[in-house]
């Protein structure tokens, strides 16, 4: 089962930083590159048709901010509404896409967050390929345990895009415990705290012999360290515009120059009591402040607190007092700020547990999950659970709940419904996630509708319709008519998401808009692909050559040459050119054989039917 | 578009005649099994037979007083078994039971780890009365609760928290002391072998305690707040 080749990579998909890392006999490594590091920014530069990724995208940010894009992962699964806190950060264009989705408009095309992770995703996948030298098309991605429903969907998508067969969508927080190893225990109850850059979460497990059960789980997918970045830039820009004028106005360089500099004194003050911040304005004009680490923290203080009350709410909900809790680990660059620790140890009366860099830790879980799912770590089990209550649309815009939060994954629940009106051979379910009475407080993850139950008089159908959750935490709905034992037909309108097709066209499309090709891959790809397409169409020259005119064969021929001869070259481009034409050259032949097909099956029925 | 009740973990009808213990065979290595889906020497995932309670699913014995270390020993064991970790490289049809098997573990645990959802679920699978069909208390009760529930409802709108705390603590201590009643109400029930026409009065002294827990569990949740 463990093949060389089904490396399953381990990836943390980070608001700020991403990370690969692998599992082996040793336990999990992770990838770094020369210089022994193991962060992506997860920044993303797009200009003329030129992508950079990383450290690289990062370095020119304050030259081209509006074509630099980050904290992408803000935008995953999000509609307009639900991310206005951040619009007014965020220096790129962001517009409403589909299904109360958003699009980022950048160098001229509009892409999704998806996209845009993939193209992390993409190039985390690629040195880990230069480091193990292998191809890798399988990977776990972490989630923060509280993302929802069209969160996680939009992770898996984003995989896929990046041409990854996603074998699972981890939770960070559970990720982490997997790597601290604390397997060995015979039995303890542990609380992992996760301040990431654009995420809290905080998760109490409970670990036995190696298997590791979620007790609960809560968090904040609008809380992370980009909120204290903010706190330092709001108080930099009002001090600028007293001191210089409130009319003064920042540009997007500048913007980006004062996240830069809020970033680095945030980091600074971990270690010292205070750093010093020096903004040139141009004309003679100097900003200089040193900020103290009081100041800063009286300004966290706020958003800290929460993550307590987040704290106090899993404890609660985990069935456990605070003094049960054996063990806090900590998780994100952001916990080894003081005030985040001397809070975590007040509340949980007991000293933080970092052995692990904080930053690391999640990319070493999820390549401990990968051994688990390869089958090479088998004495290790994740019991994790859904962050979120699943329900209904009732009557009167109440929410009927078929499956709590907290509930350990995989789970299902079903219910049946039924016709109101005579003949009705549809029916139409809206689904919601959150804990809220009223569909209007919860959000929406979207509408399923039911066809093909046979018609009958109203109330008589009886429709069972099955919501299974899977371990990925992600939902399947499928319905069956009882009385006529018939399967239902389920489409899915997602809210806040991609439908299927919407996922298959951009796959296909990556190609053409080069997502995939900061690496190798798109010319390997497209040359596995001519393959296919050569062995189908010399296959079905041999079965239906002879409908072709002569015309057509002559073009056909010559488009299989030039694609003969592209695949040989090193020009990705030229050679998806020649894939299209020769594709196009042998349509009449592809439509010749369909007709063929056609016809056999009609003969076929006739026959049976006499 | 309307729906018909059907609580999610709840059987619709709890089968009569499915007596405690399975006594059927593992479809590989045709041994006795004691979890209905998770087989204890071959490991093999067998198919759920409809109907399969939760007792037979975890395969422990129809009683109201579990060990509570012996119940999680048992989930943890068949999980480690019929997880879909376990089953990616498998073939399509086995990730579905392995998927379908756990979901059925991971509810079976959820009900019967909880003493009040164990006692209410049991009450069903014996032919009691269900809630909705039968709403009475044990005598005197909801009078001595008209009394606290406007004492907590003053305190709520007074947000008076000390004296909310105060309720919290008593009412819990309530609830286990009712708790442990509920427990002798099964022995005796498990005690009466032969006569029906007890056992169903049993069942129905059963019923209304319950109702009187998840009274005062809701109390109990007005005393957190929210
Ligand atoms: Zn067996």
Redesign the pocket.
Known sequence: MADENDIILGIDLGTTNSLGAYFTAGGPKLIRDETGNGMVPSVIALAEGKVSVGSEAKRQAVLNPLTTVYSVKRLMGRGLADVQQELRFLPYHIVEGNHETVRVEVDGRLLTPQELSAIILNEVRGRAEQALGRKITQAVITVPAYFDDAQRQATRDAGRLAGLDVKRIVNEPTAAALAYGLDRKESATIAVYDLGGGTFDVSILRVDKGVFQVLSTHGDTHLGGDDLDRELIDLITTEIQSQFGSHLSFGPSTRQALRDFAEMTKIRLSAELSATVEVDLGEGRVYRRTITREEFERRAKPWIDRTIDACRQAVTAAGVSVEEIEQVVMVGGCTRIPLVRRAVEEFFQREPYTAINPDEVVALGAAVQAGILAGVQRQMLLLDVIPLSLGIETLGGAVGKLIMRNSTVPCRASEVFTTSIDGQTSVDIHVLQGERELVIDCRSLGRFRLTGVPPMPAGLPRIRVTFQVDANGILHVSAVEERSGRAAAVQITPSHGLTGEEVDRMVKESWKYAITDMTAHRLIDLRNETQRILAAIEKSLARAGSVLLPAQKQALDAAVAALRAAAAGEDADALWNAMSAANDAAMPLTQAQMDAVLEQTARGRKVDEF | MSNEHSHAGNPASPPEDSAAGVMTK??????E?RSAVV??????LNPIGAPTDYFALLGVPRLFNLDADELRRRYLELSRHAHPDFFTGGSEESQVLAMTISSSLNDAYRTLSDPFERAEYLEELLGGPSSAVDKTTPQGFLDEMMVLQEELTEARLAGDHLALERHGETLRARLAQMMARVAELFADFESQLGCEGIRLECLGRIRRQLNAVSYIRRLVSMTAGT
């Open positions: 593992c479809v590989a290595c045709s041994r099994l087989c204890d020497y071959c490991h093999t």
